[in-house]
């Protein structure tokens, strides 16, 4: 009980007691408050609640209030998708409710996850990213999957992908991913090639496309003379740009960073794999409604297939349809000559 409680408990049971040795008038006047404040406290001692704690004046009948079956239901969703907020729980469900009214049905059974503080923004990046035409930015990054508890037995016990690679669109927000065994320089190159490939088949020329990776050896980061075949000669002769961030500079790369907290969530920590064409085909799923479903908040609420309809009509949306794919049977193909 805090101090203020005490004194205001101290006072209600002295007002108690004087009333009932010198009656209502004389406490009034002693304690310099109402007759109905004097009979209030006296009539709830009388009745033997001797806490004096002031009562609930919530009403008894709510006419707006939550239907039980409607917040059943907005739990529900929460335990199946525990990493979905308020807002995109109302949204993916499509919940007759609020999303204010379905953040306090979370709050009140104890769901809502405590956000970490972040660090006052220096600079805020999204209008220029926004600006830039689409596809024409892209980050990438190699996501470690052996240290995700919910999948790592599944991935020792049925031979799953180890590593994704991950490359995602600046503008948009469309992400692309690919999966093999081993990080290494050629998985690396064969994704790149392969979605440079599909980019330039529907109608985007690759030397509009700049690519930005960090310094990791499998993008040629600690390369002193850069191979035709490596992942750097084979980016620029397919006409392509490549650019390294700084080192130590994690949120040079915050587009592809960020998704692969967001798949951590969303994917891994809640499927179960029955095999590797069970994995491709879930994760190909996941990688559709990341693209033409997701709506994303730093981007105006919107979809990158949205997005990628709004500011470059003439591409085809099936632009984005490039499934995820396994780079391990891929390994022997020549990476020497540009892609035609």
């Not at 006072?11 to 406490?27: F, M, P």
């Not at 709510?62 to 907005?74: D, F, G, L, N, S």
């Not at 750097?232 to 692969?260: I, K, M, Q, T």
Request: with cysteine.
């Amino acid at each position: 009980m805090s101090r203020a409680s005490q004194d205001l408990f101290s006072l209600r049971h002295e007002l108690v007691r004087y009333a009932t040795a010198h009656g209502i008038r004389a406490a009034m006047r002693q304690f310099g408050c109402a007759r109905n404040t004097v009979r209030l406290w006296l009539r709830r001692w009388q009745d033997g609640d001797d806490s004096f704690q002031n009562h609930s004046r919530r009403p008894h009948h709510q006419p707006a209030c939550t239907p039980p079956k409607i917040e059943q239901a907005v739990v529900a969703a929460r335990k199946k998708a525990p990493c979905f907020g308020a807002r995109r729980l109302v949204d993916m469900f499509v919940l007759p409710v609020g999303k204010g009214a379905a953040h306090r049905i979370l709050r009140d059974h104890q769901l809502t996850r405590r956000r970490q503080r972040k660090h006052k923004r220096k600079a805020d990046l999204r209008k220029i990213k926004a600006a830039h035409a689409p596809l024409t930015h892209l980050q990438m990054d190699t996501k470690y999957l052996n240290d995700i508890p919910h999948y790592w037995p599944q991935m020792q016990a049925q031979g799953l992908p180890r590593f994704q690679y991950t490359i995602r669109d600046e503008a948009t927000g469309a992400l692309f991913v690919s999966y093999s065994s081993e990080l290494s320089k050629t998985c690396a190159t064969l994704a790149l090639s392969r979605l440079l490939d599909h980019l330039k088949a529907h109608g985007l020329d690759p030397s509009l496309v700049e690519v930005r990776t960090d310094l990791g050896s499998e993008f040629d980061g600690d390369t002193v003379h850069y191979r035709p075949d490596g992942f750097h000669g084979s980016l620029l002769a397919s006409g392509a740009r490549h650019r390294f961030n700084p080192p130590a500079r994690p949120n040079a790369n915050a587009d592809v960073e960020s998704s692969h907290a967001t798949i951590e969530a969303e994917f891994f920590d809640l499927e179960t794999f029955h095999g590797t064409r069970h994995f491709l085909a879930s994760v190909t799923t996941y990688q559709h409604f990341f693209n033409f479903a997701r709506k994303n908040r730093s981007r105006s609420d919107q979809t990158p297939a949205q997005l990628l309809a709004h500011n470059a009509p003439h591409l085809d949306p099936r632009i984005l349809l490039l499934p995820p794919l396994l780079l391990d049977p891929l390994m022997g193909q020549d990476l020497s000559r540009p892609p035609g």
